[in-house]
């Protein structure tokens, strides 16, 4: 749930910054009603229980009127304590040399947690030294993952542009970027979308956790959300257009469903 701390970071930071504070991190736990939300702040005075309490009340306010996260969940304010989290870069190269407690979240050398002292942060390169037992143990990127924005998709014609670039994104970062998903993906006879299924693999694992029994994905309906194509100069539908789908611009998934229907009806004749 990076995201959406990620967000809440970026909307409560500016309030907490004019109070005196710094918004050192934020977590979101989900877990239905009983979801958490945690802010991690400090001051050069320290933190206390009022300190706790006057942020509280401004994130409290705020969040009533951005209502970033849907559902309930507990908010929840406090000092770094001992067990200092670091959230960025900056935060490591705040600490250099002191010990830390890291988990990856993918092995390296055949692990994933790790025990060392800060030994050298770099913040262009976004890389982190960890001097273990074992020796030094250098935390990297290893690619980046990089979709672009569409403008144009035809799967018929085999045709996807988006906007962006992979390569300069590449010469940038020196770093290895995987991208032009869509176009290889309709040159293997695919529909443009190879991201699709690992999305909803991952919307599915959420169900649980928010006590969901099914998921509806309206964010990209695509082309069974409209009666022409956004290319032919579509705007978004309201609840007073009279929405007819043509027979030649449905999904294969809508026609199928339409044929099953169809074979339903004359067995029960």
Same mark, same amino acid.
């Given at each position: 749930m990076a995201k959406i701390a990620d967000k809440v970071l970026s909307i409560l930071n500016p309030s907490v910054t004019d109070l005196g =504070? &710094?918004?050192?991190g934020v977590e979101y736990v989900p877990s239905g009603k009983h979801s958490v939300l945690r802010l991690y702040i400090d001051s050069e005075s320290g933190i206390g229980v009022d300190d706790c309490e006057v942020v509280s009340r401004q994130v409290s306010a705020i969040m009533d009127v951005e209502d970033p996260i849907s559902g309930q969940y507990n908010l929840e304010v406090s000092s770094p304590g001992i067990e200092r989290p670091l959230f960025s870069v900056s935060h490591y190269m705040r600490f250099l040399g002191h010990d830390v407690r890291l988990r990856t979240y993918r092995p390296i050398e055949g692990r994933r947690k790790f025990t060392g002292a800060i030994g050298s942060v770099s913040e262009k390169s976004n890389t982190i030294e960890l001097v273990t037992d074992l020796g030094p143990v250098t935390l990297d990127i290893d690619l980046i993952g990089f979709h672009g924005q569409t403008i144009y998709h035809n799967p018929d014609e085999k045709i996807s542009k988006q906007l962006g670039d992979g390569k300069l994104l590449s010469q940038l970062t020196k770093k290895i970027v995987v991208y032009n998903?869509?176009?290889?993906?309709? &040159?293997n006879e695919?529909?443009?979308? $190879?991201?699709? $299924?690992? =999305?909803?693999?991952?919307?599915a694992k959420t169900f649980k956790e928010y006590n969901c029994v099914c998921g509806i994905h309206l964010a990209h309906a695509g082309r069974k959300a409209s009666v022409l194509r956004p290319s032919d100069g579509a705007s978004p539908i309201t609840k007073d257009d009279k929405v007819e789908t043509p027979e030649d611009d449905k999904s294969p998934s809508l026609k199928k469903d339409e044929s099953l229907k169809e074979d339903s009806t004359k067995k029960a004749k």
């Open positions: =504070y &710094e918004l050192l998903f869509r176009q290889n993906d309709l &040159e695919g529909q443009g979308a $190879p991201l699709t $299924p690992i =999305y909803h693999n991952l919307i």
